[in-house]
């Protein structure tokens, strides 16, 4: 059973994570042989005042 985890900077909406699960599990049926209804995809959504890009903040751009 995969498990990914998609890190990204602020929100997704719900059809963005539904479209990017879809497409991960059936990267990973077609290239690794993995039921897509075996994957496991996880969102963490971090605020861009918590992700920095060498010393400059996310926030501040």
């Known amino acids: 059973m995969p498990f ?5 900077a602020g929100e ?5 994570k539904k479209k990017i699960a879809c497409g991960i599990a059936e990267l990973l ?7 897509a209804n075996a994957t ?3 969102f ?3 605020d861009r ?3 920095a890009v060498g010393s400059k903040l996310l926030s501040e751009s």
């Open 40 to 42: 496991y995809v996880v």
């Open 4 to 8: 990914v985890e998609v890190k990204v």
């Open 12 to 16: 997704l909406n719900t059809d963005q």
């Open 29 to 35: 049926e077609k290239e690794a042989g993995k039921p």
């Open 44 to 46: 963490d959504e971090v």
């Open 49 to 51: 005042k918590n992700w």
